[in-house]
């Protein structure tokens, strides 16, 4: 096997990893166990942020192979079409990080395990069957985000907060993870505003293609509005209304109305570019919210010390890597819908 040849492969496993999106997931997890009382044990948070990881990436194998007849005919440059990546090798690195996530759910006990199986299910049921179905494709997608936050209170150990009753940390775990499940569905739905004639060709009944770009677009936003809100709530309940929490939660607020607002005047016939600016912008904003949880349990100098490399990894990743593994060679000017952009995120 030639060096080539290896380099091509090894290319497009990082293809498949999308490393823009590779670190949030784990930071949901961390936040989770962040949330819960202490003490927080070095082991226990290392596993609330490498399970969901494990499965975060076992996600993306496994939903390109269930699109790689649409991405095919649309996205030939992507990696299983291609040929750089074969279905049988997709699959088995998909399941290979799914015993990843067993193995760490099963020795953390019954609870993550519960939790995992949970997660388990519904990446791959997004992937199957929900991912083109509509509006309920992109609730199924986002509660991956809020089973995170749940698996890593469970990794913690589901203790309460010091200094707050067990009843209100039970209280802002939920409400927080309602934020993050609004928010991973807003999200969603604007990664499918960017292949709306793609999708429709290739039969996936997404929420833009069955009631149009504007309807979407405001769905979006409401979705978002409400995400803060309820992200608002949760730190309220958890931090008791920490001015850093607050800072934090302001500043994933501003930059994610800055990264949606363009798709308003956009709404009647959404360029690719736009939407895809849009949901770059937010894949950025929702690791400074899930910071935000962080420093909650952890300080600010945690949140801090992860939120601001893994912020720099995100932009740098996504300004290297994400317009070609998404739109190939084409020139993003047409309208939505000219390409298809298929994404786990």
Not at 74 to 90: E, Q, T
Not at 98 to 127: C, N
Not at 301 to 307: D, I, K, R, T
Request: net charge positive.
């Amino acid at each position: 096997m030639s060096t080539a040849h290896v380099a091509r492969t090894l290319r497009a496993h990082v293809e498949t990893w999308r490393p823009y999106t590779l670190w949030y997931c784990g930071l949901v997890g961390l936040a989770g166990a962040a949330l819960i009382g202490g003490p927080h044990h070095p082991w226990r948070l290392a596993a609330a942020w490498a399970a969901p990881t494990a499965g975060w990436l076992g996600g993306h194998y496994l939903s390109d192979y269930f699109d790689r007849e649409l991405d095919a005919g649309s996205k030939p440059h992507r990696p299983i079409p291609s040929g750089r990546l074969s279905g049988r090798a997709a699959v088995w690195c998909g399941s290979a990080c799914f015993v990843i996530l067993a193995g760490l759910a099963v020795a953390g006990g019954w609870r993550t395990a519960s939790v995992a199986v949970a997660a388990a299910l519904g990446m791959v049921a997004y992937g199957r069957w929900f991912k083109a179905r509509g509006l309920s494709g992109n609730v199924v997608r986002g509660a991956l985000g809020a089973i995170a936050l749940l698996y890593g209170a469970a990794a913690a150990g589901f203790r309460p907060a010091s200094g707050l009753p067990a009843g209100r940390t039970v209280a802002a775990l939920l409400v927080l993870m309602a934020a993050f499940w609004l928010h991973d569905t807003a999200s969603n739905l604007t990664g499918t505003l960017r292949d709306i004639d793609g999708d429709r060709a290739g039969g996936y009944q997404t929420l833009p293609v069955q009631r149009g770009t504007p309807f979407a677009v405001a769905t979006v936003l409401a979705l978002y509005a409400a995400a803060i809100a309820a992200a608002l709530a949760g730190g309220l309940l958890a931090g008791r209304g920490r001015a850093d929490f607050l800072a934090t939660l302001a500043v994933a607020a501003a930059t994610g109305v800055a990264g949606l607002a363009p798709l308003v005047p956009h709404r009647a016939q959404m360029p690719v570019v736009v939407a895809l600016r849009a949901h770059s912008v937010l894949v950025i904003e929702r690791i400074v919210l899930a910071s935000a949880v962080v420093g909650l349990g952890l300080g600010v100098a945690w949140q801090l010390g992860l939120a601001a490399p893994m912020v720099a990894l995100t932009w740098w990743t996504q300004s290297t890597m994400r317009k070609q593994h998404e739109l190939g060679n084409a020139k993003p000017v047409r309208p939505a819908g000219q390409f298809s952009v298929k994404d786990v995120t």
